[in-house]
């Protein structure tokens, strides 16, 4: 089976720094990957890793450790349209194509 | 380069009844993989087809069932409807098994 737990709700300052921790175990490993999903739309592609280390993209990036099954997102120099849910999702097994997900973390940016 | 469409946006029906939703992939896509997400939740997956056929299935019962069409468009169809069915169906596109999948606006579905 698989687990994916992440933090239900953030709260961050516009311009701050935010990090959202997402834990897994699963039965196989085959990359993880964070959406951006604002309500009542469709989850839009952030990151994916495959290996241990840091991925960075622009104001946002990912981390993974599989020996520890955890990563991060870091979003950096937040802006009031980044205010939207967080999901995390590990793709299982090499013939395993789907992807399953974490409840989602809700960050909210204050101006 | 079009993206990922479905079909209809939103949808109200009532328990007992049968419902089909669409989607069309993104061009040059031939994979596509539907998810349920209930509110609050994260997607959840129903299952994939690749090149018209079924490559995987998550944990729903045998009355959610689907299809892929030459054009590799695809229909989730569910049958005798249940108040829990009512959720987000998202259908996400992808090029073969490749990592990235691409989703779609998604159907909201309303079961009473």
């Known amino acids: 089976g698989q687990n994916i737990d992440q933090p239900t709700e953030m709260t961050a300052t516009e311009g701050a720094i935010v990090q959202i921790n997402c834990t897994y175990q699963t039965s196989g490993f085959n990359g993880l990957f964070w959406y951006q999903q604002h309500a009542g739309e469709a989850p839009t592609f952030l990151s994916y890793n495959v290996l241990d280390g840091l991925e960075e993209k622009g104001r946002f990036s990912s981390f993974l450790s599989r020996s520890k099954g955890y990563s991060y997102l870091l979003l950096k120099e937040l802006q009031m349209k980044d205010s939207a849910s967080y999901l995390c999702a590990v793709r299982g097994g090499s013939n395993d194509y789907k992807l399953s997900f974490g409840a989602g973390t809700t960050v909210t940016v204050r101006a | 380069e079009t993206g990922v469409t479905q079909s209809p946006t939103h949808l109200i029906k009532t328990r007992g009844q049968q419902v089909t939703l669409r989607c069309s992939s993104q061009?040059?896509?031939?994979?596509v993989s539907w998810y349920q997400q209930a509110l609050g939740q994260g997607p959840q997956f129903i299952f994939q087809?690749?090149?018209?056929?079924?490559?995987g299935r998550g944990n729903f019962p045998p009355r959610f069932s689907g299809l892929q069409f030459p054009n590799y468009s695809s229909e989730l169809n569910v049958n005798a409807l249940e108040l829990d069915d009512s959720a987000l169906y998202l259908c996400?596109?992808?090029?073969?098994?490749?990592?990235?999948?691409?989703f779609g606006p998604g159907t909201r579905l309303t079961v009473t």
């Open positions: 996400a596109s992808s090029s073969g098994t490749s990592f990235q999948q691409y």
């Open positions: 061009s040059g896509h031939n994979t």
């Open positions: 087809y690749y090149r018209e056929e079924e490559n």
